[in-house]
């Protein structure tokens, strides 16, 4: 055979590649093998047929994905809109943090995925299309692209994207594996404020929105922790996201609430106590309000400087509101 | 020089003050979500945030977007954007570019007589 006395005879070593290569290209990605064999529990189908498209111009696949998920989750925006804030001219290309900051400037939580196929499958059994990096190449040789999964048929091992410029491209779910596993198993959900994607952990959420109420209008931060407090009853930074979100827009009423759950919650209550005691001040009681920061001074830990410091301006309020009373 | 200085100065001012005693949610974060020692996060990011600026400025970005584009990422994203920006991935692939890698690739695995794909290829002898 010519193969042989090309490769084989007369460079010996190149067959043991090629060899290699063969064995490469017949198996399965090891994720999508697992998934094959122990049947999980997400439908078999599905895809997320109302999911927008927008055809990708030149090296502008970045865009067309932010668009495509924004949109999904509800957010007005197309590609021309949001390539000035992601696309890097230089480069010829859109980097992930800038999509995940983007994301955050229209008003959407970006939330990172966990490096796993079925926390995609999860999302998009959720209804939720997710943003995915590919290297389409090999390694030493990237082509980075950006798609947006809406789909996947787990009999079929193939997955659905709104790729670049193809409305719906099926690939086999092996081949997704290793070129997202090549994007270095990047993926993120973009969840309207008031959503939880449906496969997050709670740090990974949380961290995704302390960096959205830095940047959100509260009202719009509010409802993110809100939404958390819902999935994660017992999360300390939900509630305390909660009541300064809402203290900051000034309904005394929920920043109250959370905050006594936030003290609850945690294992130091100085902070919420804390944050409770200036709520209270701000509706104008100002004796439970010295009562709550006294109990915050009392827990000590590293807020107990700033408890201290409460308490001091509360007492002298106080005696201030009492002296011109008096008068 | 001007933008880069009035940038720093705008960062200056988004620091989280310490408005009227309220404790920070991020604060109350430091020890939860991975972002370790968030004081010297934020100070690191102070300083990182005009260079990402310049940098972006450098690459054809436009100076006033830039400043958007800075003020939207979080003090790690700043972090690591600072050290990394030319070394991370920049997704990027127009499916023509792809679809010619493919083309040469086959037709040279045509040629060398491993596939055949295309009607006018003859393998070498």
Known sequence: ?327 | MACVLAASMANVAMLPLANAGLVATEQVAAGFVSNGDSNRYRIEALFARPEIQAELIRRGVDPAEARKRVAALDDEEARTLVNHLDAMPAGASDVLTVLLVVFIVLLVTDILGLTKIFSFTRPIK
């Open chain 1, 1 to 327: 055979m010519r193969f042989d006395s090309v490769f084989g005879a007369r460079f010996p070593p190149l067959s043991g590649v090629f060899f290699i290569l063969a064995c490469l290209a017949a198996c399965t990605a090891p994720q999508t093998r697992a998934l094959r064999d122990t049947a999980p529990s997400e439908p078999r189908q599905v895809e997320l047929t109302q999911t927008p498209f927008f055809p990708q111009s030149d090296f502008q696949c970045g865009p067309a994905a932010l668009a495509t998920a924004l949109r999904a989750a509800g957010i007005a925006v197309d590609p021309d809109s949001v390539a000035p804030q992601v696309f890097l001219p230089e480069r010829k290309g859109s980097l992930q943090l800038e999509m995940i900051a983007a994301a955050r400037r229209n008003g959407a939580l970006p939330v990172p995925l966990a490096p796993e196929l079925r926390a995609l499958l999860v999302e998009m059994g959720a209804g939720r299309p997710v943003i995915v990096l590919q290297n389409l190449s090999l390694s030493w040789a990237p082509i980075w692209h950006y798609a947006v999964a809406i789909g996947y048929d787990l009999d079929a091992s193939e997955i659905i994207l709104r790729s670049g410029r193809t409305r719906r491209l099926t690939m086999s779910m092996s081949t997704f594996e290793r070129t997202w596993a090549r994007g270095g198993y990047w993926a993120i959900a973009v969840a309207a404020p008031g959503s939880v994607p449906a496969s997050v952990s709670e740090p990974s959420y949380l961290q995704a929105a302390l960096a959205f109420e830095k940047v959100a209008p509260p009202d719009q931060s509010l409802l993110a922790y809100q939404a958390a407090t819902r999935r994660w009853p017992a999360s300390e930074l939900a509630w305390m996201g909660t009541g300064n979100s809402a203290f900051r827009l000034k309904q005394w009423q929920v920043a109250e609430s959370a905050f006594r759950r936030a003290a609850e919650s945690g294992k130091d209550p100085v902070p919420a106590l804390n944050n409770l005691a200036l709520t209270l001040e701000a509706t104008g009681r100002i004796d439970e309000a010295i009562e709550i920061a006294r109990r915050a001074t009392a827990a000590g830990g590293p807020f107990e400087t700033t408890a201290r410091e409460t308490l001091a301006e509360l007492l002298a309020r106080s005696a201030h509101t009492a002296t011109t009373e008096k008068q």
